[in-house]
């Protein structure tokens, strides 16, 4: 076997694609979801110009209605027609784009983009994903897409179409184009400028030390302290995310999991006494980041009462994963 499909599969495969994108695309501009994948997680979307069919993701998901949405564009160009975007934005944009990355700047008004869509703030989120599949569909639509992370609002992301089609069991009016597990399988980082600096909102698969490396300088990193009841910066920071149906406990030490969990595991060597799911055996935290989502459906769905999960070091993308295991272990809303 040398695993390299044969041109005549390969070319079947790509004019299935292509139609299944004509289709999508088609869909969306008839005011339908698509769920489709990007180099981060699956997306929900929605053309971004109507408004009726932005209020349907926010229906489906269960979204509240001041959280607000991304705008998914094809390049920095259209990223720099929507929004008034500062210099060091725009270098970061240049560098980045594709890539994830999401930019928070003023909006250009007039704009094309839903009311809805920014639940009222004068600022918009727009970025520029970097998968075949997403690319190929927003060339197909002609206009930006919103698109959040294709999982119920509270939920675990999806980085499947599986993990799409079971979150949205039942919901037949929304397609999915499968495009394999995504690669990065953690949301874009957003950013934002704040005090003349840039300023990560949240956390995500572009590390500090990458946008440092870009602009010069080390981000601001707005992170929401427990307990912290003020309204966050990105709303959709709310405490409790990413949740999984059985409660979840951080340990900094194995030996301090409860007797009765199921373990996500880091860099460690099976303790072969219940239910594991490792992250990454070698403690690769780029593989972690990966299987991350993934990690934490399986093991709930091995139903247990409570899942132990590790904290990674906190640096490069040990930052975003944390966040997000500290918001699956936070008390539900
Ligand atoms: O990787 C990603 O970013 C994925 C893929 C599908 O592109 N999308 C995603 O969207 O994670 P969502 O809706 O799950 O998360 C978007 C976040 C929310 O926390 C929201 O509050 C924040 O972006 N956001 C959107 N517009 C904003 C704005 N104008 N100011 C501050 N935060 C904003
Ligand atoms: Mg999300």
Redesign the pocket.
């Known amino acids: 076997m040398t695993g390299r499909p044969d041109q005549s599969t390969a070319g079947a495969r790509s004019g299935a694609q292509a139609g299944a994108i004509a289709d999508a695309a088609a869909h969306l501009l008839a005011g339908g979801l698509v769920a489709f994948p990007?180099e981060?997680?699956?997306?929900l979307g929605a053309d971004a110009t109507n408004g009726r069919a932005v209020a349907a993701i926010y229906e489906a998901k269960s979204r509240p209605a001041f959280?607000?949405?991304?705008a998914?564009v094809p390049s920095l160009d259209q990223a720099a027609a929507l929004v008034d975007l500062p210099d060091a934005l725009a270098r970061l944009g240049e560098a980045v784009w594709p890539g994830?990355l999401?930019v928070?700047a003023p909006v250009r008004l007039p704009t094309p983009i839903a009311e809805i869509a920014?639940a009222g703030?004068p600022?918009?989120?727009v970025?520029c994903?970097d998968h075949e599949v997403a690319s190929s569909l927003l060339a197909a639509v002609g206009r930006p897409l919103v698109?959040?992370?294709a999982n119920r609002s509270g939920h675990v992301s999806a980085t499947t179409a599986d993990h799409v089609r079971s979150d949205f069991e039942g919901v037949d009016h929304i397609r999915v184009l499968d495009g394999g597990p995504t690669v990065r399988g953690l949301?874009?980082t957003?950013v934002?400028m704040g005090d003349g600096c840039v300023m990560i909102?949240?956390p995500?698969a572009l590390t500090v030390e990458d946008i440092a490396d870009v602009t010069g300088a080390r981000p601001i990193v707005s992170l929401r302290e427990p307990g912290d009841t003020s309204a966050p910066?990105?709303?959709?920071?709310l405490e409790s995310h990413y949740a999984p149906r059985a409660k979840l406990v951080l340990i900094d030490n194995e030996d301090t999991a409860p007797d009765n969990a199921a373990r996500l595991t880091f860099a460690g060597r099976p303790r072969g006494n219940g239910p594991e799911v490792t992250l990454s055996a070698s403690g690769d935290p780029v593989e972690a980041a990966a299987n991350l989502f993934g990690a934490l459906r399986r093991i709930d769905d091995l139903a247990p009462s409570v899942i132990a999960a590790p904290v990674l070091p906190e640096s490069g993308l040990g930052v975003a994963i944390n966040d997000r295991l500290r918001r699956a272990a936070a008390p539900r809303i």
Do not use: D
């Not at 981060?40 to 997306?43: A, P, Q």
């Open positions: 990007t981060t997680v699956y997306g959280n607000p949405l991304i998914h994830p999401t928070v920014r703030l600022t918009l989120a970025r994903p698109a959040p992370s949301e874009s957003i934002g909102l949240r995500g910066n990105a709303p959709g920071q």
